[in-house]
């Protein structure tokens, strides 16, 4: 490990790839290390995971909602936003680096992925697109090109009431995301629901509630497509255009 200092390496890949759970292994191979995450869901999750393999005392959470920051943390899991910026680490990692091309955003993932370095190894992952980017851009990167795990087959349209077990409905408003949830628990029983603008606590209990198997259907918006690992067998859209704040 410490013969190669310095060493910058971006797995890239589509979702389902393995590339957050590999990034994690190697974090905790370090001494010290800083994870970079999109959503707040997506950072909570990799705390839980790590705190399972290092202890509580060991990892920190660090979001615009949550702060656990346990005096002895060698592990920051953040939101990119958070990330800190005067802490030298041996391991820095920033996931779903394509952010860089998001107009409200961007700016915040570029910064990261230009300035944030782990003394020993530096982990960028995200899509495939960024290969040309990256390369351009910063100097020195080993590229590692993963492949899905899963097969995707595209399984037509259908009912809400025909609706096998593990299942996500992903809406494109907060309106949208309660109608289809209400429309499914009345039909089939019971169903959790994510959204960004829900509590950290809520939003938490929700993901619980779906993942222990309580309910079959999870309605969402489409930003538990950031990386976001849950057991789901079919994902539906109910509709095929968003608005973006800008244009649909």
Do not use: W
């Given at each position: ?16 790839t393995g590339k ?44 615009g909602e949550e ?156 930003a538990i497509g ?23």
């Amino acid at each position: 490990m410490k013969s190669h200092p310095h060493k910058i390496t971006a797995l890239l890949g589509p979702t389902n790839t393995g590339k957050t759970y590999i990034a994690i292994e190697k974090m905790l191979e370090y001494n010290d290390g800083i994870f970079g995450l999109p959503l707040r869901l997506l950072a909570r999750e990799v705390y839980d995971k790590c705190v399972q393999k290092v202890g509580i005392e060991k990892v920190a959470l660090i979001t615009g909602e949550e702060k656990i920051i346990p005096s002895t943390a060698s592990y920051f899991i953040c939101t990119v936003e958070s990330m800190p910026k005067n802490k030298d680490v041996e391991f820095v990692a920033i996931d779903e680096i394509q952010m860089c091309a998001d107009r409200e955003r961007g700016h915040i993932f570029t910064e990261r992925m230009l300035e944030s370095r782990g003394s020993m190894l530096t982990m960028f992952l995200g899509s495939q697109i960024m290969e040309k980017i990256i390369s351009e851009l910063v100097n020195g990167v080993e590229f590692e090109k993963k492949d899905r795990f899963s097969k995707l087959s595209y399984s037509g349209i259908k009912k809400i009431s025909r609706l096998e077990r593990k299942v996500a409905i992903i809406a494109f408003s907060i309106e949208e995301v309660y109608a289809i949830a209400e429309l499914v628990r009345r039909q089939k029983g019971g169903a959790a629901v994510i959204m960004g603008s829900l509590s950290p606590k809520t939003r938490n209990s929700q993901v619980g509630l779906y993942q222990s198997g309580d309910v079959d259907y999870l309605i969402a918006t489409d930003a538990i497509g950031m990386g976001l690992n849950m057991d789901i067998n079919e994902i539906y859209f109910s509709n095929l255009k968003k608005f973006d704040g800008k244009k649909n």
